[in-house]
């Protein structure tokens, strides 16, 4: 791309024309080899599908939830889903195409997306869980001002939609921002 990505963004809701777009967005950030092109990948954790055209679908038609997308002269680059629960958003399935990452894309989507959590629920938190492994990821948070919260659950084994795991030691950890 001849211009900066983060100048010529646009945010928008995603619509059931976006279902497909999104899939293959979110697969190739967290899954498989094209992952990797990235620094945000699962896929030493992970195999498997990380989402499909389903749970997507449903996502979108559901009350109380969002997916945020980030694009840039009509090609989908991020996007990322929100969902109220009470006075607390829940923030996931935050995805950057891999060669856009580090450009600035996740942490303008990632503010987008707490300022829509803010006016459209009023909430007051935004949460998330990340797998414990993933330092780096976790360490960008923080930076966010996302707390590490100490409240962890176990990975969901044996749910294929949150994909195949690759290691017996995967743990969750919510993380938490006041907004």
């Known amino acids: 791309m001849t211009s900066s ?7 928008r809701t995603a619509t059931l024309k976006d ?22 990948t699962e896929a030493d954790f992970l195999d498997g599908t990380r989402t ?44 950057v195409h891999p060669s856009m990452q580090n ?3 996740g942490r303008a989507l990632l503010a987008e997306a707490e300022n829509m959590a803010r006016h459209l629920w009023q909430s007051r938190h935004m949460q998330m869980t990340v797998i414990t492994l993933r330092h780096e990821l976790i360490a960008w948070y923080e930076r966010r ?9 176990p990975f969901p084994y044996g749910i294929a939609r949150y994909g195949l795991p690759k290691r017996d030691d995967l743990v969750l950890e919510l993380l938490e921002k006041t907004l």
């Open 5 to 11: 990505p983060i100048h010529s963004l646009v945010f």
């Open 19 to 40: 279902v497909n777009d999104i899939v293959e967005l979110v697969q190739s950030a967290y899954r498989g080899d094209s992952s990797r092109n990235g620094w945000t």
């Open 52 to 95: 499909d055209t389903q749970e997507v679908s449903d996502i979108i038609l559901a009350a109380d939830n969002v997916i945020v997308l980030a694009v840039n002269h009509g090609q989908l680059l991020a996007s990322v889903h929100i969902q109220k629960q009470n006075d607390t958003a829940y923030l996931g399935m935050f995805a």
């Open 103 to 105: 450009a600035g894309l």
């Open 145 to 153: 001002a996302y707390l590490r919260t100490g409240i962890s659950k």
